[in-house]
């Protein structure tokens, strides 16, 4: 069993120090926390859909940092405030996943940790 090693990149925000990492990997799986578009400033657009879109270029991205391929995300949960625009968010994944997708689990939140988030979404990812 190898140890647990962080993962960060240049195209994604870095955690909040000392609370987690935006991904680690550990024998050869990529486990992406939660990610969302905001910024120092908040999201840069209140529309779902690119908020969604952000969350998984940066999730793709982090799995990239791993070695990892996009291709290669096998399982992603996606957390909206409004599952009436589900479709919003869908319409972003069919833009980034192609070929086999991955399996996926979506749940409504009542909020995140700043309100104008609309979304969130964290993957695994196999290398």
Known sequence: MSEPVAITSAEVPGPVPGLFSNAVVCDGIVYVSGQHAGGPDGPASDSMYEQA????????????????????????????????????????????????????????????????????????AHL
């Open 53 to 124: 879109r952000e969350a998984l270029r940066r999730v793709v991205a982090l799995v990239e940092a791993a070695g990892g391929r996009r291709d290669r995300i096998v399982k992603i949960t996606v957390l909206v405030t409004d599952m009436s625009r589900k479709d919003e968010v869908g319409r972003a994944r069919r833009e980034t996943f192609t070929g086999t997708v991955p399996a996926a689990t979506m749940m409504e939140v009542s909020a995140f940790i700043d309100p104008r988030l609309l979304v969130e979404i964290e993957a695994v």
